[in-house]
Nanobody, 119 residues
Framework: QVQLVESGGGLVQAGGSLRLSCAAS????????MGWYRQAPGKQRELVAT???????NYADSVKGRFTISRDNAKNTVYLQMNSLKPEDTAVYYC?????????????WGQGTQVTVSS
């Protein structure tokens, strides 16, 4: 069983920065992509950013130019650098791993880390 452990959330003022980290509990074979999603109160979970095994990135329009996703394949760790934070970025942020192995698709989620941006 794969566990994803997130860290780095917290309370920050608008305009500030935070860096989220997500580490897998063990080495994972067959990763397609790792990413971050978020869910604000009363809203659906939405994609923030993803990065493929080969380094191709995808961002939500609302975070382009402010957030940067990166990964360390050797450590099975993905990061999200968040700059110029806005109150509307307040949400629980979830790490995700999309995996394809032995003909099966796997989808792993972290427990979530709270990010609160004050105005």
């Amino acid at each position: 069983q794969v566990q994803l452990v997130e860290s780095g959330g917290g309370l920050v003022q608008a305009g500030g920065s935070l860096r989220l980290s997500c580490a897998a509990s063990r080495s994972i074979i067959g990763i397609n992509a790792m990413g971050w999603y978020r869910q604000a109160p009363g809203k659906q979970r939405e994609l923030v950013a993803t990065i493929t095994w080969y380094g191709n990135t995808n961002y939500a329009d609302s975070v382009k130019g402010r957030f940067t996703i990166s990964r360390d394949n050797a450590k099975n760790t993905v990061y999200l650098q968040m700059n110029s934070l806005k109150p509307e970025d307040t949400a629980v942020y979830y790490c995700n791993v999309d995996r394809y192995y032995n003909g099966n698709r796997y989808d792993y989620w972290g427990q979530g880390t709270q990010v609160t941006v004050s105005s």
